[in-house]
């Protein structure tokens, strides 16, 4: 597995992903545990475990845990650094 992602090419590998992408803009609306995010993709929870450990390994996911369940929520903070480097990669 890569490390956190340190491009604006790496973060974008990262979130090509279809699954990824969808897990991402699920989270836009707050944070969730993994049981309430596979349903809503209609993946199985292992492949949303996965996905989701790549995007907290990439940095752009964080987690805690409450009791049995483990929480995630967006790093808006890296995922607009990413944006503003796609932005002004485009407007070259």
């Known amino acids: 597995m890569k490390k956190q992602p340190s491009t604006l090419t790496e ?15 699920t989270l836009k609306n707050g944070q969730l545990c993994v ?11 292992n492949l949303a475990s ?3 450990k790549v995007l907290k390994y990439c940095g752009l996911v964080e987690c805690r845990r409450e009791g049995t369940k483990i929480i995630y929520t967006r790093k808006e903070n890296e995922i607009k ?3 503003k480097l796609l932005s002004k990669t485009i407007q070259k």
């Open 11 to 25: 973060y974008l590998k990262t979130i090509s992903d279809e699954n990824r992408l969808a897990i991402l803009n």
């Open 81 to 83: 650094h990413y944006q």
């Open 50 to 52: 996965h996905h989701l």
């Open 35 to 45: 049981c309430e995010i596979f349903p809503l993709l209609n993946i199985p929870q």
